[in-house]
């Protein structure tokens, strides 16, 4: 266990040192300033912002630059919120996103493994068809149309939830389940796929001749097995939720990181656009090595060497 936690470790630098090189490559070449904006600024003042950025430096003494204050954990200053650093920007933004992604991946999962169980359980039955149906329709909608639709329904024609903005529980509801909606329909479809599979095992079939219920044949003895599929398609399933909370919190007027990135290309900020690209390389890959390791709990057949 240790060998592989050290092993993903290292390939956890060279990724997110390989992402923060192209980034920094295409953040620096792109045609256009931080400073870039309809009323310019006179000479003097431009020349001392670029001085403050290091902009007057060449490019691969920037670059060793940047990569130092990385490797220091330091995400440099915004160019257009000169108050705050990319850290305290990070260090705001980040619990809103948190917030709001681990609802929609909660629901998202738990809804959808219940669905797929169910749905399998009575294979060919009306609940059956109408969870499926249900699936379908979620996967064929993307999250920002269904934002659409719920934000007219219960923010204005049945005003039962705050359809914009952040201030609590109440305004996390509509935005989650927005975001995880599209994944509770994938999970559905996987998990059912999944337990018809199981269910026509051997050692299931042996669990019903010893007289089991039905209940425990499937919790007991089936859904550790049918899960598995289910727990790969988590790691997609976060990167999914975290580039279409970008959408989302958009849409919904949140303040959180999406937001924040959304904002920062259109302003040209590129300390704050490389810091949350560096943040969500490090998440997805942290949220994959998890998933993997989770094998090795769900299956014993599945050894630390074959993760």
Known sequence: MIAYFVKRFVWLLLTVWVVFTLTWILANFSPGTP?????????????????????????????????????????GVSTKQVDFTVNELVALCWPVSASLGLLALAWAAIVGLVAG?????????????SLMSLATLGIALPNFVIAGFCILLFGFLIPLLPPAGWGGPRYMLLPAFCLGAPYAAYIARIARTGMLDVLSQDYVRTARAKGLSRRAV?????????????VSFLGPAVAGIITGS???????????IGYSFVQSAIDNDTPMAMGIVVLYTILLFTMNTLVDAAYTWLDPRVSWDDV
């Open 218 to 230: 499937i919790l007991k003895h089936a859904l550790p097995t049918a899960v598995i599929p289910v």
């Open 246 to 256: 970008l959408v989302i919190e958009k849409v919904f007027a949140i303040p959180g």
């Open 117 to 129: 169980v169910v749905s399998a359980a009575r294979r060919g039955s009306l609940a059956d068809f």
């Open 35 to 75: 400073f870039t904006s309809e009323r310019s600024f006179p000479p003097e003042i431009e020349a001392n912002l670029r001085r403050r950025y290091n902009l007057d430096k060449p490019a691969y003494v920037r670059y060793m630059y940047d990569l130092d204050n990385l490797l220091r954990f330091d995400l």
